[in-house]
């Protein structure tokens, strides 16, 4: 038998190094070529040497996850507040008695996020729900106290023009800012006196207080009135998020029909068990995952993978908690309990993904501890040295001064980066896309190539037998079906089933197996009748002296077909193929990665010819053929080697090491598969490469909100700095400008990133 060295199937060289023939990458880390001419640098054991010489363990992202604790909090003790594991030990007493730290005291009705990181928020124990459904906007307490502080600080500017006595306007504009200011001094009380903090309302107090004392009380009213509208403004986003991830729990039903008889019980889904039958009536919520065993009907997974077009459901499909019954009657086995469904496993994933901050956001946090100590310094020099030392009147500059402390306020930058992040993966989730942390989004503008597996990724994974040519006249097809079938029978290869699959479809039954033997990456010998036979690809024969012509074999593998070469020991019988669909959206995906200057790569097991027939179709770039199981991580480190980080695309089961080991795993068809969403980085809840796309254009589109949000943030910051110094702008102004007018910019840019559209639909 004739070997082809490269993926021309015309090439006559034994051994070919031709760039157009050859998408091989050297897997040498010293050389900067991609395709090397080099021989020696397509000697695999340079790469096993920099794999032993190099710790590649900061690229495995992979965690075990524990599904039954219900709800992920942030620590915000001094000792926990860095969300990081520590092996210090508490001080239990004092820890406890401070109202700050939930973290022993878990609420799993609740989901706790923090969007800003400034001392005030973390200290903020305020359970009250900000805006209550039901209500009118004008009922809730917040609102309430914006309107009635706002009315106090209109009429007090209102008799300060018409000249009323100045006790009477001075107490008007203080009643405005003890309504306003109010809680903000509560938050100081509890960052000076439990964190030993001075926090941005304590900033705001002594700000207001100082108005007063200098004879501004308008500045001060102003300062309570527009800083608390800046909080609410915070507070606001921060409610959306945790709706956001609220509204998933909501999504699965809290009672179930259960099959009791002849007759149905409705049960809490907590108390339903696995293995009782429910019943799902057209226009119900699955309440619990299954498998139909009664009925048929078209079900709406929007909820699970993103996609709203229905998907029609029959006897031995499975249903996931949450999905919709649009039309008709089904009976389904539950498979898991409640809290292990898909919808249960994504909400907790998503909190959990509060914990995983990306290096933006802590280089923010970082930034912010130090900008607030430096601004109160430059405040109390402005104050004391223009008076002290050159003799200028001290009103006007401790005046300037309040103005710098006002602007010292760190909440809008420090949520500059946590609410667009929050947005994100909320977004992401409700299309499908599960995104386990914000150091994801952020790793994935970096990506400079995407490694697909091909069986199930860039195929359908559905693989039917095409053909069955007989070589030896001594054999009927039915024999050869017969032969192959017994032997593929007791093997998990993806091969194997389309092969049985026949044989059944067909009525032929299967003979006895003995001495059956698996030879990773070639095939499976057993003996049948007491005679030995094998079902292999050609590696496992291709030494042997059988005589199959080159042509013969490429007139199906340039189909894109693959080849199972049946045979005894003394000759090969017959020829099966079997062929995948390649998925209808994989050629535009690849078009629009590359658009992107994102490089393509395909491993799979298959022969060099048909890995570059499917591969040629949709556009790939490179392609690695012929792999064993365990190369797919050795050449994902030697593709990283050449273009940067990587990520890879995968069904999480085969493709496990691969996907922890790559900068970014994404895995395929996570709504099926447990080990999908507990190895990657990013899961697929739809069983489909369609929403790559979407998945980059959202991390590229977040991470230039994001910039956009710091970057402003820092320059109206620094131009206020100036402006109060000179005097330009007023205290008032300050906190319009410095902290109430970025907080409501920077929301109201992040909420843009839930605009980002898949492209594909």
């Known amino acids: 038998m004739v070997k082809n060295r490269c993926y021309d199937a015309d090439c006559e060289e034994e051994i070919c190094y031709n760039p157009k023939h050859y ?80 973290c022993h005291n878990h609420d799993h009705d609740d989901v706790n996020l923090s969007i800003c990181g400034c001392p005030d928020c973390e200290d903020s124990s305020d359970d009250e729900e900000l805006l209550a459904e039901g209500k009118s906007l004008i009922a809730n307490k917040p609102i309430q106290i914006i309107v009635a502080s706002g009315i106090c600080f209109v009429i007090g500017y209102i008799l300060g023009l018409l000249s009323f006595n100045s006790a009477l306007v001075t107490l008007v504009f203080m009643l405005g800012a003890l309504i306003a200011g109010y809680e903000i001094a509560i938050l100081a009380y509890k960052s000076l006196v439990n964190r030993h903090t001075v926090g941005p309302a304590m900033l705001m107090c002594v700000a207001c207080v100082a108005s007063f004392v200098i004879g501004h009380p308008e500045e001060g009213a102003a300062v309570t009135f527009l800083y ?160 002290f030392v050159f003799g200028q009147n001290l009103t006007d500059w401790v005046y300037k001064a309040l103005s710098l402390l006002v602007i010292s306020c760190p909440c809008a930058f420090l949520i500059s980066t946590p609410v667009g992040m929050v947005s994100t993966i909320t977004s992401a989730t409700k299309n499908g896309v599960l995104i386990k942390g914000s150091s994801y989004v952020e790793e994935m503008r970096n990506v400079k190539a995407v ?95 059988f ?57 799979t097991g298959d022969n060099k010819i048909a890995a570059n027939s499917v591969a040629s179709e949709i556009g790939i770039d490179y392609v690695y053929s012929n792999l064993m199981p365990e190369d797919k991580l050795n050449i994902l480190d030697s593709i990283r080697n050449k273009f940067g980080d990587v990520a890879m695309v995968g069904d999480g089961i085969n493709d496990a090491p691969a996907l922890a080991r790559a900068n970014i795993g994404i895995a395929m068809g996570a709504a099926g598969s447990d080990v999908a969403i507990e190895t990657a980085d990013v899961a697929l809840m739809q069983d489909d490469i369609s929403k790559l796309p979407y998945l980059f254009s959202l991390s590229h589109k977040t991470m230039g909100i994001i910039k956009q949000n710091i970057t402003v943030s820092i320059v109206v910051k620094l131009l206020c700095v100036v402006l109060a110094i000179l005097g330009i702008i007023t205290l008032m102004m300050s906190v319009g400008f410095g902290d109430l007018g970025l907080t409501m910019l920077v929301i109201l840019n992040s909420f843009r990133i839930g605009m980002v559209k898949d492209p594909l639909f």
């Open 451 to 545: 490694i697909f597996d091909k069986t199930g990724t860039l195929t359908e994974g559905k693989l039917i037998l095409s053909d069955v040519k007989v070589l030896d006249g001594n054999f009927s097809k039915e024999d050869i079906i017969r032969i192959a079938a017994s032997l593929e029978n007791h093997s998990s290869h993806p091969i194997a089933q389309p092969i049985v699959d026949y044989a059944k479809m067909n009525d032929i039954e299967l003979n006895e197996v003995n001495d059956f033997r698996n030879v990773p990456g070639k095939g499976i010998v057993a003996s049948v009748g007491g005679e030995q036979y094998y079902a292999a690809n050609e590696s496992l024969i291709g030494d042997s002296l």
């Open 547 to 603: 005589d199959i012509s080159k042509d013969e074999i490429n007139k199906y593998v340039v189909e894109g077909k693959t080849i199972v070469f049946v045979g005894n020991s003394r000759n090969v019988l017959a020829i099966i193929t079997v062929s995948d669909k390649i998925r209808s959206s994989a050629s535009q995906v690849i078009t629009e990665l590359k658009e992107e200057g994102i490089r393509t790569v395909m491993l």
């Open 228 to 387: 608390y509208i800046a909080e609410f403004l915070e507070d606001y986003a921060e409610y959306r998020a945790k709706r956001s991830i609220k509204s998933l729990v909501e999504i699965a039903p809290e009672t179930a029909r259960v099959k009791v008889g002849e007759f149905e019980e409705l049960k809490n889904v907590d108390n339903v068990n696995i293995g009782e039958i429910i019943i799902v009536k057209s226009g119900d919520k699955v309440p619990l995952d299954g498998e139909v065993v009664l009925g048929s009907s078209s079900i709406n997974q929007a909820s699970i993978t993103g996609e709203s077009v229905p998907v029609f459901k029959e006897v031995g499909d499975e249903v996931f908690s949450g999905t919709v019954n649009e039309d008709g009657y089904l009976e389904v086995i539950v498979t898991k309990k409640a809290k292990d469904s898909v919808i249960s496993k994504i909400v907790n994933l998503v909190k959990m993904s509060q914990l995983n901050r990306s290096e933006t956001e802590t280089l923010v946090e970082k930034i912010a501890k130090y900008y607030t100590p430096v601004m109160i310094i430059t405040a109390i020099c402005v104050a004391l040295i223009p008076s």
């Open 23 to 102: 998408n091989y990458i050297c897997f040498d880390p010293e050389c900067d070529e991609i395709h090397c001419k080099n021989s020696k640098h397509y000697d695999k054991q340079l790469l096993r040497d920099y794999q032993k010489n190099t710790d590649l363990s900061s690229y495995s992202h992979r965690k075990e996850i524990n599904y039954d604790d219900g709800e992920i909090h942030l620590c915000v003790c001094p000792d926990c507040d860095d969300g990081h594991e520590h092996n210090h030990e508490h001080n239990h007493q004092e820890h406890e008695e401070n109202s700050a730290c939930d």
